[in-house]
């Protein structure tokens, strides 16, 4: 995550093409929506079942939204719209797996979808407006300044709230890695029978927790056990490094990062996607 993606070969056309993590996981995440498509849009009935349900709302849902940003007019984005912001999410959903890279904690990803936009509405102003009112805009040197910086922008917010994210997650495990090696040494130094003891501490304190409903003992008693077993194993030489105070913190971290905040990330981009391309897209004179 911090040293950027993984490299796992590279392919000898072309002075060499680089297959990174982030290439693989694009493309997983390219197959999975493809599948789910063709799995949810065959066999439609004209009494639908659950899950029939489930997807024509979200349709629905995609197609008001496009409509009350866009306008009616523009609904032909809506598959576009959507393809986009399924893909920001299952490509930030995917690096909860542990062993693949989300794609949009890599540049490429999100400047990619962001210089998608630009060339868009440049394209949709050159379609309405001519290319003769395209290149009049310029005229302006800040007319220009803006559009550089408008995929540059798009790009970076999305990609430094989860590439942040990622490596705060990452530092945070290392940190509280170091800390849980050192508390397990200190118990493991004293002994089996201090490392047994520490362990029924942990067990009784958590008990009591439940006993009484408090949900620091819950915390504390769970936290305490975990190190005494954890201390406990390794003197008896069964298991060694078990980074006990890494365990739930950064899962939580994790959660919100990759759901809530990329939940939130691929939303943003969608939305000001739509509103670059609407402006680009002006309804017919006639409406």
């Not at 849009?41 to 866009?70: A, C, F, H, I, W």
């Not at 490392?195 to 067990?203: D, E, L, Q, R, T």
């Not at 390794?234 to 006990?244: F, H, S, Y």
Request: proline letters at 4%.
């Amino acid at each position: 995550m911090i040293n950027g993606p993984k490299i796992y070969f590279t392919i000898p056309i072309l002075g060499g093409i680089p297959i990174t993590a982030t290439a693989v996981s694009s493309f997983l995440v390219t197959v999975i929506l493809c599948v789910a498509g063709v799995l949810l849009g065959r066999n439609l009935k004209k009494r639908p079942g659950r899950m029939q349900v489930l997807t024509e709302k979200g349709v629905g849902m995609l197609y008001d939204l496009v409509e009350s940003t866009m306008g009616k007019h523009n609904s032909y984005w809506t598959p576009y719209i959507g393809a986009l912001f399924l893909s920001s999410i299952l490509g930030t959903l995917i690096g909860m797996t542990g062993f693949l890279r989300s794609t949009t904690s890599d540049l490429s990803t999100t400047l990619t979808w962001a210089i998608m936009t630009s060339f868009l509405c440049w394209g949709c102003t050159i379609k309405n407006a001519g290319i003769g009112a395209f290149l009049k805009n310029y005229i302006n040197p800040m007319n220009i300044i803006s559009d550089i910086a408008q995929p540059v922008s798009m790009a970076f917010r999305h990609f430094g709230n989860i590439m942040g994210g990622g490596v705060l997650t990452s530092l945070l495990y290392m940190a509280l890695s170091s800390v849980s090696a050192i508390v397990i040494g200190l118990i493991r130094s004293n002994g089996l029978v201090v490392s047994i003891i520490v362990f029924a501490i942990g067990v009784a304190l958590l008990a009591f927790g439940f006993l009484k409903k408090k949900l620091a003992a819950k915390i504390f008693g769970a936290l305490i056990a975990l190190l005494g077993l954890a201390s406990t194993l390794e003197v008896l030489g069964t298991v060694t490094g078990i980074p006990v105070l890494a365990l739930g913190i950064p899962g939580v971290l994790s959660i919100y990062f990759d759901l809530f905040s990329g939940f939130v990330q691929a939303l943003v981009f969608s939305l000001l996607t739509m509103v670059y391309v609407g402006m680009a897209c002006p309804p017919p004179e006639g409406e």
